[in-house]
């Protein structure tokens, strides 16, 4: 941009560093989303800021990089100008001193409801992906959480925790669950030996199997199949 500026303002911009906001979006809480910006904002002295063509530019800087980040977090351009309107047509709300604080409340706090939104979506289809994978190898008694995360992706400890906070069980139990849960159809439809039916399920200690079973179900799978075949 061109124009006219004074000294003061000239001092002004040299303090402007639009990465903040960016880690604001990032990583930044709704609760406390506009008094980081007004902080941001009297950081650089914006309100003393005479010049308009800074204005515009402080302005305009800002709302490219919350439509990268946006668009970062799978906001479409479109949705974006839809909330914001289009650089071209920011001119006018950018005129006054208000009107770009206010946008700039606007776009940061969106942001991160956007982020937060895509957070919860990703956590969703890691767990999704997770599971899915643990159904076609619950039998493999290698079966371990570094083969799993390395399936969808991600590192081990990562999607540990994804897993424990979107599903609200450790992976480990949950596959537990899955093999149990064969284990007892096993045990109600054939007539397998115990032991054939943990090697089945991924489990090559037949005794330690057999522990298991019982703390998941109040029986041993020898009980179980009795009972079962006694009920059919």
Known sequence: MT????????????????EQI??????????????AVDRYLTQIRFRELESL???????????????????????????FAGCFGTIDSLSEQLRTTDGT???????VEQCIRWRIA????????????AKAFICENYMHDDLSLPQIADAVGLSPSYLSAVFKREAK???????????????????????????EVAYEVGFRDYRYFSQIFKKHTGKTPREFQ????RKS
């Open 3 to 18: 124009g006219t500026v004074n000294r003061e303002d000239c001092c002004d911009v040299r303090h402007l560093d639009s």
């Open 22 to 35: 960016i880690s604001l979006m990032q990583c930044g809480a709704l609760e406390d989303c506009h008094q």
């Open 53 to 79: 063509m800074l204005r515009l530019y402080i302005g305009m800087d800002l709302y490219l990089s919350a439509q990268r980040f946006a668009a970062d977090v799978g906001v479409s351009g479109t949705e």
């Open 101 to 107: 604080t206010s946008l700039l409340h606007d776009m």
């Open 118 to 129: 895509h957070a919860a979506e990703s956590g969703n289809n890691i767990v999704a992906k």
């Open 169 to 195: 069980q450790n992976l480990s139990d949950y596959l537990t669950k899955v093999r149990i849960q064969h284990a007892k159809e096993l045990l109600c439809c054939s007539a397998r030996m115990i032991y």
């Open 226 to 229: 009795t009972a079962a075949n």
